[in-house]
């Protein structure tokens, strides 16, 4: 007995939003699919500008942020898959964004010295 798996189409995705909690993906099926921000770690900790800064790829069966270097695939989102990346790797990207922050400076009092 053999047993043959049907291959479902995935929808593309058309256009994604952003909030401060939650990634939405309008698909090519007319749905539109969400998820908590929270599930992609690198999105959380990045900025407004890096957020909105991305492009769909594979004729819309991913979506990529350049600048924090996130991939996150249709197939994924539509199964209910979090980011897969290992702890010690997001630790290390977060890392090195910290240290690339501008130093705060010392303020000084109202003499003039520090």
Do not use: Y
Request: hydrophobic fraction near 35%.
């Amino acid at each position: 007995m053999s047993i043959s798996v049907n291959e479902i189409a995935v929808p593309s995705a058309e256009n994604i939003t952003i909030t401060d909690d939650t990634l939405c993906v309008d698909l090519s099926d007319g749905r539109t699919i969400s998820v908590p921000l929270a599930w992609f770690p690198r999105l959380m900790h990045s900025t407004p500008v890096e957020r909105n800064h991305w492009r769909l790829i594979g004729k819309g069966h991913g979506i990529h942020w350049e600048d924090i270097d996130e991939d996150i695939s249709i197939e994924s989102l539509l199964v209910g898959k979090a980011s897969g990346e290992s702890q010690s790797s997001f630790k290390k990207w977060l890392n090195s964004r910290q240290s690339s922050l501008p130093k705060k400076r010392t303020s000084r009092n109202a003499r003039g010295h520090s």
